[in-house]
């Protein structure tokens, strides 16, 4: 064997030496991530527009990790199964929420004993941004006419929403107190809402765009203002209630991402970076236009101020509608 032969089968032996421990490398990382997944956890059924959202959002997470993010569905109990299950798992941040001013609602409601304090808020993603809808044939033409009806009228007007202690009646029961006028509540599964002011079994309905845009847009619905700190996108021209005179505090539906209380910081820094990345992500922008919400990132410090402000204002409202079960 000359010098080549045995410097070339030297310099086959190391390389395959490399290769290997490259692919075990890989290996390792593989496992290590496999061993150790992140799960969201979304409190609604599957196939519903906040999971499809939430499936979106954790797809440009998972980019930005490197990382797979699946979605969990774990819905019942006003968001109370999901919402107790991320609390006791361990703050190591491989357990997420996908939440909304559901966590106070549903705390307030009775139905869990936990509240916002069982978790580390990581950032808020979306709001969304109720309205005032009313059939076009109608004879009320802005959000001043309808509510002159009602004071005139007191309990008369019938106004849809969501379901008992969900947002859109907390929005309607807020917009009518600060008006000074009283109206008649009615409930309905978020499914029904629209389909009950188009069969004329209620004058109006407070309801999330994504949910009358379609109608508005065929020409029998008609939005008479916004509820929410800004203009709506979907509506330019509708005014918001603010800009109407009228002393209501905004009533955005946020949505956003929390983990089990004591997580550490530099996870919560992590994830939150994560969130961030995938709100500016083209595909999530595109997702807002067809579903109905806003892009609106809010870090993690800012985002817990958020929840702890909006708690108390829910804890008055749903005590002044007589639904408050725990303090």
């Known amino acids: 064997m000359n010098i080549h032969s045995s410097r070339n089968k030297l310099l086959t032996f190391f390389l395959g030496v490399l290769l290997s421990l490259g692919s075990f490398s890989a290996l390792a990382q593989a496992s290590n991530k496999s061993a150790n997944p992140l799960e969201l956890v979304v409190i609604f059924p599957a196939g519903s527009s906040a999971d499809v959202?939430?499936?979106i959002l954790a797809e440009g997470m998972a980019k930005?990790?490197?990382?797979?993010v699946p979605v969990i569905n774990k819905p019942g109990g006003g968001g109370a199964?999901?919402?107790k299950y991320v609390a006791a798992t361990k703050p190591d941040g491989r357990t997420m929420v996908w939440n909304s001013n559901s966590v106070s609602t549903t705390h307030y409601g009775g139905m869990m004993d936990i509240?916002?304090?069982?978790f580390d808020p990581v950032a808020r993603a979306t709001i969304e941004?109720?309205?005032v809808a009313v059939q076009a044939s109608s004879p009320w033409k802005t959000l001043k006419e309808l509510i002159d009806?009602?004071?005139a009228n007191p309990g008369r007007l019938k106004v849809g929403n969501s379901g008992t202690g969900s947002h859109t009646h907390m929005a309607v029961a807020s917009l009518f107190e600060a008006a000074g006028a009283k109206v008649l509540d009615v409930p309905f599964g978020a499914s029904q809402v629209v389909t009950n002011l188009l069969g004329g079994h209620v004058d109006a309905i407070v309801q999330l765009p994504g949910a009358v845009s379609?109608?508005?847009?065929?020409?029998?619905?008609?939005?008479?203002a916004i509820l929410g700190s800004k203009r709506d996108p979907v509506f330019p021209d509708v005014p918001t209630v603010a800009e109407l005179g009228i002393p209501l505090t905004a009533m955005d539906l946020w949505r956003g991402i929390a983990v089990s209380k004591g997580t550490p910081p530099a996870t919560l820094s992590r994830l939150e970076k994560?969130?961030?990345f995938s709100v500016q992500r083209p595909e999530f922008v595109a997702a807002g236009q067809k579903f109905g919400f806003l892009p609106a990132f809010m870090p993690s410090a800012d985002f817990g101020q958020l929840i702890a402000s909006e708690d108390t204002q829910i804890s008055r409202q749903m005590d002044q509608l007589g639904l408050k079960k725990k303090q």
Request: overall charge positive; aromatic content about 12%; cysteine-free.
């Open 274 to 276: 994560a969130i961030e």
């Open 64 to 68: 930005y990790l490197d990382q797979p």
């Open 149 to 151: 009806y009602a004071r």
């Open 53 to 55: 959202v939430a499936r």
């Open 115 to 118: 509240d916002y304090k069982a």
């Open 214 to 224: 379609s109608h508005v847009k065929s020409g029998n619905l008609r939005v008479l």
């Open 81 to 83: 199964i999901g919402y």
């Open 129 to 131: 941004l109720p309205a």
